[in-house]
């Protein structure tokens, strides 16, 4: 119905923005990456889009690009997923951190996302593991996250930073250290610099 707006930024919400289009004020549900990227008020904007309805009430969900919404839109597909955590999934990993988690079944990764369990990651990757092989030709797999530092992402996301920022802070410890309190300190002592 609705497959892209463009138009002026009046207001930036926490998980929405609100986007002018021919005076028209349209609520626009994103995932985090792009409340942090999307410029000042006034600023103009350009979004794919997904209408979710139901009974009550229509919903318009935005990305950024055509790979985010075929991600969101894919997710929507698995069963008990709702675009609230498939919205809250892109707001947490990057869309070939998605693939990636998919194709190498790293169940832990999707399940350090608010609101998706073990039990919901294996769902996710049962559903779209063969979607994703198909559509992730030329992706490079990532290692596979150990026991440890799956513990240390799980800390550092219940503290409130994102996956990506608790990946990024664990590539700048030093191997040597494998412990998980030893990692997790040196995790945060990046974080905090």
């Known amino acids: 119905m609705i497959a892209s707006i463009e138009g002026t930024l009046r207001a930036i919400g926490k998980g929405?923005?609100?986007?002018?289009?021919?005076g028209i004020g349209l609520r626009v549900h994103v995932p985090d990456s792009f409340v942090a990227q999307c410029g000042p008020a006034g600023s103009t904007v350009a979004l794919r889009t997904h209408l979710h309805v139901r009974e009550e009430e229509l919903t318009l969900y935005g990305c950024a690009t055509e790979d985010e919404l075929g991600l969101f839109e894919l997710l929507l597909t698995v069963s008990g997923i709702g675009p609230k955590v498939a919205l809250a999934v892109l707001s947490s990993l990057s869309p070939d951190q998605i693939r990636q988690a998919i194709a190498t079944e790293q169940g832990s990764l999707l399940s350090s996302v608010p609101g998706i369990g073990a039990k919901t990651?294996?769902?996710i990757i049962f559903n779209l593991k063969d979607k994703i092989r198909a559509t992730a030709v030329g992706v490079v797999p990532v290692q596979r996250i150990s026991?440890?530092?799956?513990?240390v992402i799980a800390a550092l996301t219940g503290l409130g930073y994102s996956v990506v920022e608790a990946q990024t802070a664990l590539q700048h410890v030093p191997p040597d250290v494998d412990e998980v309190g030893e990692r997790l300190r040196?995790?945060?002592a990046y974080l905090g610099s």
């Open 147 to 151: 026991e440890v530092d799956s513990e």
């Open 16 to 22: 929405s923005v609100v986007v002018e289009v021919g």
């Open 186 to 188: 040196a995790a945060l």
């Open 121 to 123: 990651a294996e769902k």
